[in-house]
């Protein structure tokens, strides 16, 4: 397995280009489904998650086929051959059960494993099940799978969430699109790549309203169209690499970074002592100051503090100047990346849902090991502050989601490189 080997103690210096976002591409191919017609993203990540997808989509009977260099992926589902997603699959990748809502939809009827137990919680699917329960699905939990059927067709319902969960308002939504009927989705997750999403939908000739708010209504047509759709750019990397200058110091530019993708992590970046500008291609970000402040974070959903950048600021808060405290509300068990950073030196005391981090002078580089993918890229960025040598083992987490990250970085300036393994 590949490892990274990062030598800190580099200021920053360039400009890094940021890619379509890994989670909404992993709901827009899903949606290929709910057509006979051809659908082509542009501005797809290069990413092994994104080849899981592929996978899936193909083991249905979906064609997917990848072109320039995999930026742009052309989808169509003429003809469907299978309803059944395999354990095999969706153990590797939670998204794989983004085809239930689109399946049961088109085909009226789906078999989707449930995903189990991951490294950052236990995530359940009962908010899936019981909103397409509520468009009139009967599902049933058999041999580990979702046996889903729609016998009289799916009609349109109001639903309230008890949460905003980001997975489920994609498979209510894209199996609402052709139920019969309007479907009002309360407490609707609001998260940028719902939103991305639903402008496909529209573009694909679903009729859909409020994405982006807390209430989604969606009036069911009779059949979906081809369409093609640019993906949204991916504010998880693009909130990591702003980070990047932030512990090392110096300056990046990101381009095709936009604020209003992050607004509550640009507030706290800001709060650490960082300066962000908007430029003609993006953001720039540049440390202002010697050390970074300490802030308080709670991960909350969008607009709040995004999770999937919860380890990544931690990182950065090791070696900030006074005492954090770090919240995480979102997942139960978030916080694996605390021990690795502690070996590099940190101070870190992990109480159930918080963490409470006392900055140090400095960290020192360690051989660390990488438990999910935004941990790895946690233990990247302190790697870039520390003193000598980091070596993150077991990366293939991070390579699910960023894209040539140790060239992204090492065009920067900083001193990072991959060891191939075995
Ligand atoms: C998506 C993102 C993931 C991000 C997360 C929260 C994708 C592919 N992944 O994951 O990177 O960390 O949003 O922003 O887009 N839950 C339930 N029951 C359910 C569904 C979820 O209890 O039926 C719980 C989960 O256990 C978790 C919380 O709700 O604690 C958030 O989950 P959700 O918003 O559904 O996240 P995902 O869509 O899985």
């Known amino acids: 397995m590949d490892s990274i080997i990062v030598t800190g103690g580099t200021e920053l210096d360039g400009r890094i280009p940021i890619a379509g976002a890994k989670n909404a591409c992993l709901a827009l191919m899903p949606a290929t489904l709910l057509s006979d017609e051809p659908l082509t993203l542009t501005n797809a990540p290069r990413l092994s998650d994104i080849k899981t997808m592929t996978l899936l989509l193909q083991s249905l009977g979906a064609e997917v086929t990848s072109m320039q260099g995999g930026r742009v992926l052309a989808l169509s589902s003429h003809d469907l051959t299978s309803h059944r997603a395999d354990y095999d699959i969706v153990r590797k990748m939670r998204a794989s059960n983004l085809v239930l809502g689109p399946l049961l939809a088109r ?150 970074g936009r604020r209003d993708l992050l607004p509550a992590f640009c507030e706290k970046l800001e709060e650490t002592g960082v300066e962000i500008t908007e430029t003609n291609s993006g953001l720039k970000v540049a440390r202002v100051n010697g050390r970074s402040h300490a802030v308080d974070v709670k991960t909350e959903v969008f607009p709040g503090f995004p999770t999937d950048l919860q380890a990544q600021m931690m990182a950065l808060l090791c070696t900030a100047d006074g005492v954090s405290v770090l919240e995480e509300t979102i997942f139960e068990n978030r916080f694996m990346h605390a021990p690795e950073l502690m070996r590099m030196g940190a101070n870190i005391e992990v109480h159930g849902g918080h963490a409470t981090v006392t900055g140090v002078d400095r960290l020192r580089g360690a051989p660390v090991m990488a438990t999910d993918l935004r941990a790895s890229v946690s233990l990247i960025l302190a790697g870039l502050a520390a003193e000598g040598e980091t070596v993150v083992n077991r990366v293939y987490h991070l390579d699910r989601g960023y894209e040539r990250v140790e060239e992204k970085l090492s065009a920067c300036g900083a001193r990072i490189e991959r060891v191939k393994g075995e």
Do not use: W
């Open 107 to 256: 085909a009226g009827h789906a078999v989707v494993s449930l995903p189990g137990g991951c490294a950052i919680g236990a995530r359940p699917m009962d908010l899936h099940i019981e909103g397409l329960t509520a468009l009139g699905a009967e599902i049933e939990l058999r041999d580990g799978y979702l046996h889903a059927v729609a016998p009289r067709g799916l009609k349109g319902a109001v639903i309230e969430q008890r949460f905003a969960s980001v997975g489920a308002t994609e498979n209510i939504v894209m199996a609402a699109t052709l139920a019969k009927g309007t479907t009002v989705l309360r407490n609707a997750a609001r998260e940028p790549e719902i939103v991305d999403l639903v402008q496909c939908l529209r573009a694909m000739g679903a009729r859909i309203e409020g994405e982006g708010t807390t209430e989604i209504r969606v009036e069911g047509v009779d059949r979906l169209h081809g369409a093609t759709h640019a993906v949204v750019a991916d504010r998880i990397e693009l909130g990591t690499y702003m980070i990047a200058p932030a512990i090392a110091g110096g300056s990046v530019e990101l381009i095709g």
